[in-house]
């Protein structure tokens, strides 16, 4: 089994920045990518950025771009989100995701991944 779990949420306020971090555990991944989804109050979960960490190839939906940037390491099993200039409306609880093998959907998509972390909460204030 695969165990994710993620850290380094808070409280922040407006144009600051945060850093989150997603552990992996459990059995050794292999042809895996890994995503960062977030969960706004009354909002649908969204697909914000993913990393396929066998090529080190990264995605950002546009409003992220330029301010977030994923990343991985592979020695400690862990990806990051570093969130640069963050916004009020960035307020969300952020999930990390994994996926093993290869997708023919979108890696944006929540029925792309097998495997949850259980969430960490993001409060950015204005």
């Known amino acids: 089994q695969v165990q994710l779990v993620e850290s380094g949420g808070g409280l922040v306020q407006a144009g600051g920045s945060l850093s989150l971090s997603c552990a992996i555990s459990?059995?050794?991944?292999?042809?895996?990518?890994m995503g960062w989804f977030r969960q706004a109050p009354g909002k649908e979960r969204e697909g914000i950025s993913c990393?396929?960490?066998?090529?080190?190839?990264?995605y950002y939906i546009d409003s992220v771009k330029g301010r977030f940037t994923i990343s991985s390491d592979n020695a400690k099993n862990t990806v990051y989100l570093k969130m640069n200039s963050l916004e009020p409306e960035d307020t969300a609880v952020y999930y990390c995701?994994?996926?093993?093998?290869?997708?023919?959907?979108?890696?944006?998509?929540?029925?792309?991944?097998?495997?949850w972390g259980q969430g960490t909460q993001v409060t950015v204030s204005s």
């Open positions: 990393i396929t960490v066998s090529d080190g190839s990264t």
């Open positions: 459990g059995r050794t991944l292999s042809n895996y990518a």
């Open positions: 995701a994994a996926r093993e093998g290869d997708y023919a959907g979108s890696y944006f998509s929540s029925y792309a991944y097998d495997f």
